[in-house]
């Protein structure tokens, strides 16, 4: 964004004005916005996805492939693809989803069991999204600190806040509640071994 807009977003009464989007007329816009920048509507407004940085590119790419081989049947991976909520359609680096692929033909899926999000640079973002995935009932979020070697956790939604929330460091194991079968190994995760746990 560029620093004159990023500036008059700062403006109380701009703020006031800008017009959000539906995510019905989020979907009646091209995949790519003007900038050829992949975008995702959060809270009724358009933002421009980050440009990854490898070492989010490889932590997201080994827990999708980790949780690909050991979700149950009946569940499904998803990577980068639209969780459809009531005013936002995030693209969660990965998701996994009760379900399988042919039964979201049609739509989106609107939860999840859990959502994680890679944080290499600035988990701002992500921390304010806590209470998007809350508030849609996804029962599990976690966002992975790379720089920092270490998991925030997020479990038990009620309304929009998380009433749980807990730092795992590299001496701890992930294991989701709602899907047990995931579990990662932080310190393997972090130390690049393609098979963490």
Known sequence: MPLAMSAILEIP?????????????????????????????IRGIVIEKMAKRPLHAILASMLYNLFLVRIPEGFSVWKEEPLTFLDSEPEPDVAVVRGTEADFLAAHPTTAELVVEVAVTSPALDRENASLYAEAGVKEYWIVLGSERKVEVYRRPEGNRYQENCVLGLNDILECRSVPEVQVCIAELFEGNANPL
């Open 13 to 41: 009464e701009v703020r006031k004005r800008v017009s959000p989007l539906s995510v019905e007329e989020y979907h009646r816009l091209d995949e790519f916005n003007e900038n050829g920048h992949r975008t995702e509507l």
